[in-house]
């Protein structure tokens, strides 16, 4: 008689069956053990059976019994299990154990993903005192659904060390320069950190009061306030030292009474960084620019142009950049003045920038007169001028021969002068439509 080969998820005792069913301890069975096991454990069922309640008795307290092979494992494996957690795990448990659980458990009822605060911001839940379902609650009244309040949370969890105090006027505050509370909301949904961790609202309110007189508008003041706030944090008499400075500045340097205002507020709504400067190197920059020959209206139009730019030059460094200028370019006094109105860009570079960019207009072909002629093109990084000169050359337009006003711009300008090159080039000879004039 054939001896039966008990199939793996089977007790060595004659085909009974692992209580795990194989998932366990070991792989599941090849499909031909399967077929012997399953036939083996059939037959043993029938012949337990026949024998009555005894039979069946037995082969169900075979079957009761556990597997070796799982058994095995299972001791193996809890040997090392005590010291195996306590080294991997230690330190999360120190980490959650000093965590205030209250707070905790209101960011998770509010679908917070914890593990996110705890990667950036962890800090935030050793905090005693928190404001949870407070700050939930108040963005809740203006407006912010369930995922935006958690998803504000997430991004700036310092919103729960506010307190309703202090938010409620917040609010209110930045109310003044919005035109309704969807305006806010949205506002503080893209951008929390602006509205929960500038604190200092007393001085916020005395320069949003100050930049109204200035004459900007709320929607220029609300940008300000989401992604200048720093300037905000300023004091008063700070702010308007600046402005005083820039004031006289463009007066005394021909500028008129009637445009001043325009000007200003032109200046500040391209650039607001300008007022965490200090007005000192301003003033100097200034003089010495005059010192090297350019008249006021010049230097009015460079102010204009180097924005806060002007703020990060010092006489020192103007003197390099200069002396690099010049000395590239083998131009004369008016030439370099000519160039530096053209590309005011010349001053605020650093000189290794601008020695990288001109090696690399001249490796594409261009000379050094074409960057004389267009010094415009150094605004542009590498990267952007091949991808211009490739895009170009692609047309059949050779940028060795033509001028290199094709490639200055921005994206939106660059594309529009590409689009009319592409349609010259796609245009007819003639056109077959129109008649023709026939003298008789």
């Not at 309704?180 to 005395?206: R, T």
């Not at 320069?207 to 989401?226: A, C, D, H, Y």
């Not at 620019?289 to 209206?297: E, V």
């Not at 150094?378 to 001028?403: C, D």
Request: aromatic share 8%.
């Amino acid at each position: 008689m054939r001896a039966e080969v008990p199939a793996p998820g089977a007790s060595s005792r004659g085909g009974v069956p692992c209580r795990c069913g194989g998932q366990r301890g070991h792989p599941p069975p090849p499909a031909g053990a399967a077929h012997r096991y399953h036939y083996t454990a059939s037959s043993r069922m029938v012949r337990a059976i026949g024998q009555g309640v005894t039979g069946m008795f037995r082969l169900l307290l075979r079957w009761s019994q556990p597997c070796p092979l799982c058994s095995y494992k299972k001791t193996e494996a809890s040997k090392y299990e005590p010291s195996l957690k306590y080294f991997t795990s230690t330190s999360d448990k120190q980490q959650t154990k000093d965590e205030n659980n209250m707070t905790v458990e209101n960011l998770c009822r509010l679908s917070v993903d914890i593990r996110k605060i705890r990667r950036v911001k962890g800090w935030v839940l050793f905090k005693k005192e928190t404001y949870v379902e407070e700050i939930a609650n108040i963005l809740q009244e203006i407006g912010s659904n369930e995922t935006s309040i958690a998803s504000i949370l997430e991004r700036c969890p310092e919103a729960i060390l506010c307190s309703p105090t202090a938010v409620n006027a917040k609010i209110d505050l930045w109310q003044s320069v919005c035109r309704n509370k969807k305006e806010l909301v949205a506002l503080i949904e893209q951008f929390p950190e602006s509205f929960f961790i500038v604190k200092d609202q007393e001085n916020q309110k005395l320069n949003i009061s100050f930049f109204q007189e200035l004459g900007l508008k709320n929607v220029i003041i609300s940008r300000f306030l989401t992604t200048a706030p720093n300037i905000f944090c300023n004091s008063i008499e700070k702010n308007k030292q600046t402005i005083r400075m820039l004031q006289e500045s463009y007066l005394n340097l021909g500028g008129s009474q009637a445009n001043l205002k325009v000007w200003l507020l032109k200046l500040l709504s391209q650039d607001p960084f300008i007022l965490l400067n200090s007005s000192t190197p301003v003033k100097e920059t200034l003089e010495f620019l005059q010192k090297q020959g350019f008249r006021d209206l010049e230097v009015l139009q460079l102010l204009s142009k180097l924005k806060g730019f002007l703020f990060q030059l010092s006489p020192t460094s103007v003197q390099e950049s200069i002396f690099f200028t010049k000395n590239t370019f083998k131009c004369s006094d008016q030439d370099l003045k000519d160039l530096i109105l053209k590309c005011p860009a010349l001053l605020y570079y650093a000189i290794p920038v601008l020695e990288e960019r001109i090696q690399g207009l001249l490796k594409e072909g261009v000379s050094i007169s074409q960057i004389r002629e267009t010094p415009m093109v150094l605004e542009l990084t590498p990267q952007i001028v091949q991808y211009r000169i490739r895009k170009l050359s692609a047309l059949g337009y050779s940028i060795r021969n033509g001028n290199l006003e094709n490639l200055n711009g921005t994206k939106k300008e660059f594309e529009s002068n590409f689009g009319k090159i592409q349609a010259r080039k796609e245009r007819p000879l003639f056109n077959p439509v129109a008649p023709l004039n026939i003298e008789d």
